[in-house]
């Protein structure tokens, strides 16, 4: 396989075969899993399935149970939380198929939501059923799956309002060929939108009340939070067939902890407060500082990585706005990452950054 | 069947009403219920109607109200409906647990226990209490009971195991309530945390402390594992919690003998924990006592104790275990308390954590989750959040969704919670927490009759004001303490504890103002309304101190601006609560880590200083103090030179202000590198071109007061701004920055003056024209004695021989004088000897 990023039903097919092969609880009509299974698939049960989202169990149970109950899903959280992992692999398991996606924009037209044309065939045969283009939600309609829709906030309002009637009356009416499409059972929504995004195109409260909510926090600890890195990190490098770097999971540990306490506010040791910059900082984020390390570290350094690899790649991801977060970062520098002995090496070098 | 044991789950609404059924098919002659025997009288109000649950039995040793224990009561508590039902039937109540009076009489002789008495007690009790001070030793666990008044007071949540007081006591106890479960959390000692009449069990909180109270010491070994959490993990469950949800208060028919048979399973594997051992001796010898007397008998306690209840024990045995105990003399009331209280968060001992729910559970006879979850849209839609029908439709679709994923037979808390949360509230934390506070906890606080025999806070205060001798009268009156007088500042003391509980009896007199420290002025008049307050303040500890030191934490935690935290650290002074000075430190540290503006910061630093340098604080972590002090210093240090930029003229005043205040403050804390790194911030801050003249010239001036600019430097500086290139605004601030509030100082300060008057002289003829209009602002501010005064010693010879004579000092001389400086200063002052 030459692509860059299989999707998430073709690199599972193993495990969601094997979920389905041992699965023996009812499913819900158009699923190729039954919820518990979907369950175990997004968390992963400790042996043959990998966990693919680390996290809160209860959440994974309410998206879960929401998809059954027919009631679209909308992700929420600030980015790097996974939303988009998790609605991927939510789509892959419950309908064996995450392809059909729209990415909203600010620039998504109402057709990339219902349908288009195809211009030629229309001026050519008139509006025929082969003259219409399906959007991927009008497709997972007609074949009981489950649509994604990205950034559904970025999405012009007028354009988000075509979303209700295709979630009250789960039915997609085309008056130009006076028929309509009826959703096929199985068919459900995932969106994802960011949190520190909002305001940009809030939902209606009409098309809100379609959507049952559920907030991916950030990773709850630090154990947690250095596994979820370590692991992406490895996945990633050797994706993109990085040259080899020692786990150097000493240096995950000091991103993922200044992460941690530079979001939460707070040291780990729970003794001093800190402000909080007002990048989001996430996981994802502290993914991406840490393969750039690896990757600086393999092609220009002597192939370790060490504290000045990462310190400028954490210097950015903290300093967002230049004034207030520079603040920040200095009073963390001096107050906190200065005491600490076993981190001298850094604090020069996050000075020098 | 002539006696019936009812092993219930304290505070399990499903206990409560099976309690209720079993005993209106039993109609006993007698009921026994789990309780402190001092109580027995009290049980007439509960026919009245004053009383109203939730209440609490409020326990305290006469002699000393600061040692007391809480037993709340909740409407779903199956003891207070047992005892609901028996009065209304007027069946006779009894309350049989070891008598609250023991536990104080043990606690004032803590020695007295023979270990030789119980023979075959499995890991003597002496063990296990002891660890902690005599006043809690020998509290056996479950009831927790925070006899101390330290540990009554106990700011909330402080993990009492570190508290003088109160031994971090694990409290195991809670193992018995067929509940059982150590109620691991809540560790704080808050007032509240006292109280548990037993072990009430409610797992989820982390927590992990003590519970303050007695306790055998946190080493104890002998601690019954935790029974329902075997049980539930047998079953499967990983939360004993639910395990009982589903197990036994969802299906509504708790089957009493399954329970007992469980139970006895569990403790035939279970180490005995000693103090069960001594309660269950004394349980059953009121139980023979009874037997003589009643043939159909009804016993409501914690599932865990039932076994031993029934178990056949030797009359001797369970004498020699009592014996030799001294009972202290303990007094008991009723006392309101509320939901908040019961939930463990607030800091209750083993509290349950949703209370609201269970009142729920208990109070609606169907359609459970719907009325729930309307319940829920109506606390949002109070709160201005849209939420229809529709929302409440399908939050019950989902909560029955996820039961089902979850293979419950019912939803429970957890389920319609998330649902609420996913449906409702929009994935807001906030309105979460509005539902969890409201709903699920609630807000229903408990009421007692008027006639209710007063509460220990209200003895403790009649008995402090006698001591005072203040009398509470209705009359306005004034009140003039002279604080070196010992009584005098005990007074002061007192009035500012009050004011913290909310009870302000006195009110601080504006009157004159600056006559010294030491005094202070009050007006006086106590209001009726402050008995009531009394009451509602006895929830936060049983003595002034205590229950004024316990709200103080509590305000520090909830305080939102520094500046309210700075108030209640200086009322911790003024108060003396030394006990809430570490939590208020705490929150300033807090409260200065989030605080964006640094001139709030520079606000509070002074007075932070001032305490350290002169405040005799007793009692008090000066450590802890000087650490949060320093780490304020530096968060002012990164944020000033942001902070300076782009100033209007009234903000450049308040920066100029705040920068005195801090440096005044620094050069008090007499600590070398904090004053290096404030000069070396003011330094850098001096060579911004961008920064406006006022705080220009201030900082110009303090770096030459504090030597770090030579004389040409300053001298280069100050004719800067009245160069060409400088607009004469900017001039005119720069130079009332670098004079202002200087008069007098320019009449002494032989440098300084000298500095402006070359300064002066240096001035090009043809430009003082243009400068004059500048120092007429800044000097016409200054006295007009100032104004003659510098002028004079511009005019006459000036001192400068004086200072080489300074030099030639006989030190002899000069020593003999220190004792009495260091008298005066309050410190000792020793000479170096390498001087």
Known sequence: ?353 | MPERFYGIRHHGPGSARAVVRELAAQQPEILLVEGPPEADDLVRWVAGGGLEPPVALLGYAADDPGRAAFWPFAVFSPEWQAIRWAVANEVPVRFFDLPYGYRVGEAAAPRTRPAAGKPGAPGTPEDAPETGEPGTAGAPEDRPVADEPGAAGAPEDRPVADEPGAAGAPEDGAGDGGSGVPAKGVADGGPGADGVPEEIVETDEAGGGGIPGEAPGPAEPARPADPIGELAAAAGYDDPERWWEDVVEHRGVPVFEAIAEAMTAIREGAAEDPEDLVREAYMRTVLREVRRRHENIAVVCGAWHVPALTRKVAVKDDAALLKGRRKGKVTFTWVPWTYGRLASWSGYGAGVSSPGWYHHLFTSTDAVVPRWLVAAAGVLRAEGVPTSSAHVIEATRLAEALATLRGRPLAGLAEVTEAAEAVMCDGEPLRTELIARRLVVGERLGAVPEEMPAVPLARDLTAQQRTLRLKPEAAERGLDLDLRKDIDLRRSRLLHRLRTLGLPWGEPAAGRRGTGTFREEWVLRWQPEFAVRLVEGSMWGTTVLAAATARAIRRARAARTLAEVTGLLETCLLADLGEAYPAVLAALDTRAALDADVHHLMAALPALARTLRYGDVRHTDVAGLATVTASLLKRICAGLPSAAGSLSDDAAKQLRDGMDGVHQAVSLLADNDLRELWLATVESLARRPDLHGLPAGRITRLLSDAGRLDPAEVRRRLRLPLTVGTPPAHAAAWVEGFLAGGGLLLVHDDALLGLVDEWLADVPADAFDDVLPLLRRTFGSFDPGERRAIGERVAGPRAVVATADAASIDEERAVMVLPALGALLGREIRIREDL
């Open chain 1, 1 to 353: 396989m030459t692509a860059l990023r299989p999707h998430a039903e073709d690199e599972y097919a193993d495990e969601l075969a094997q979920l389905a092969a041992a699965d023996d609880r009812p499913r819900p009509p158009g699923w190729r899993l039954s919820p518990q299974a979907v369950v175990t698939y997004l968390l992963g049960d400790g042996a043959k399935i990998t966990p693919k989202y680390v996290g809160p169990r209860r959440l994974i149970e309410v998206a879960v149970s929401t998809l059954a109950t027919d009631r679209a899903l909308l992700l929420l959280g600030v980015p790097g939380t996974a939303k988009t992992w998790v609605s991927e692999h939510l789509a892959a398991a419950v309908s064996g198929d995450s392809t059909l996606l729209v990415q909203g924009t600010a620039g998504t037209p109402e057709e990339a939501i219902r349908y288009g044309w195809n211009y030629a065939r229309l001026l050519a045969e008139g509006p025929t059923d082969a003259a219409l283009v399906p959007s991927p939600i009008m497709r997972a309609m007609r074949t009981g799956s489950i649509a994604r829709l990205e950034e559904l906030t970025r999405v012009p309002s007028d354009v988000q309002d075509a979303l209700i009637t295709i979630l009250s009356e789960k039915t997609l009416p085309v008056p130009e060929l006076n028929t309509e499409v009826q959703a096929e059972r199985g068919f459900n929504l995932i969106a994802t939108a960011n949190d520190r995004d909002r305001g940009v195109n809030e939902l209606s409260s009409a098309l809100r009340r379609r959507f049952n909510t559920v907030v991916l926090p950030m990773p709850a600890n630090a154990d947690d939070e250095v596994e979820i890195v370590a692991r992406r990190v490895a996945q990633l490098g050797a994706s993109l067939e990085l040259p080899e770097v020692p786990a150097a999971l000493e240096e995950i540990r000091r991103v993922v902890t200044i992460f941690r306490e530079l979001r939460g506010g707070l040291t780990e040791d729970g003794r001093t407060k800190l402000k909080s910059p007002t990048g989001s900082l996430s996981t994802a984020e502290a993914i991406s500082v840490i393969t750039n390390g690896m990757a600086l570290a393999a092609h220009f350094g002597d192939g370790t990585l060490h504290p000045g690899d990462v310190a400028a790649g954490i210097l950015g991801a903290v300093v967002k706005d230049p004034v207030s977060d520079a603040v920040v970062w200095r009073e963390y520098l001096e107050t906190v990452v200065r005491e600490r002995p076993d981190w001298l090496d850094f604090y020069r070098a996050a000075r020098d950054a």
